[in-house]
């Protein structure tokens, strides 16, 4: 007799409304032309000089940096060193899937979690 496979997600909770839900709300509300609209009254404003309109289409087009940049001594200190941040942070999973090649066998069950979790969710919340 096979032993069921519990749970991994514990409790419920009734449906709330999520970001999800206003989302569709709102694309159901604004088509595709009402948006391209919008977007070239930016363009026109940005162009005109708007630093809001400016700052709005940035913000989309370019996105905010994740990141600081770094300092002038850090960039000095590479150039000396010869390190190039951005080769080894490639690198850096190649490297250990060479060095340590039984962490690959994690990949498929971190797979088969996030499958299991996504199935028991909707029940979870009441959906």
Same mark, same amino acid.
């Given at each position: 007799?096979?032993?069921? #496979?519990?749970?991994?997600?514990?409790?419920?909770?009734?449906?709330?409304? #999520?970001?999800? @839900?206003?989302?569709?709300?709102?694309?159901?509300?604004?088509?595709?032309?009402?948006?391209?609209?919008?977007?070239?009254?930016?363009?026109?404003?940005?162009?005109?000089?708007?630093?809001?309109?400016?700052?709005?289409?940035?913000?989309?087009?370019?996105?905010?940096? @994740?990141?600081?940049?770094?300092?002038?001594? #850090?960039?000095?200190?590479?150039?000396?060193?010869?390190?190039?941040?951005?080769?080894?942070?490639?690198?850096?999973? /190649? /490297? %250990?899937?060479?060095?340590?090649?039984?962490?690959?066998?994690?990949?498929? #069950?971190?797979?088969? /979690?996030? %499958?299991?979790?996504?199935? %028991?969710?909707?029940?979870? /919340?009441?959906?």
């Amino acid at each position: 007799m096979t032993k069921p #496979t519990p749970a991994l997600l514990r409790g419920s909770a009734p449906h709330r409304r #999520t970001q999800t @839900d206003y989302m569709g709300a709102l694309t159901d509300a604004v088509t595709l032309d009402d948006w391209r609209d919008v977007v070239a009254a930016a363009v026109v404003k940005a162009k005109d000089g708007d630093p809001h309109a400016r700052a709005w289409l940035a913000q989309y087009l370019v996105g905010k940096p @994740d990141a600081k940049a770094p300092t002038p001594l #850090t960039v000095v200190v590479q150039q000396l060193s010869g390190a190039d941040p951005v080769v080894d942070g490639l690198a850096r999973p /190649i /490297i %250990e899937r060479q060095r340590f090649p039984s962490l690959d066998l994690l990949d498929d #069950t971190g797979d088969a /979690i996030r %499958e299991r979790v996504a199935a %028991e969710l909707p029940a979870r /919340i009441g959906k």
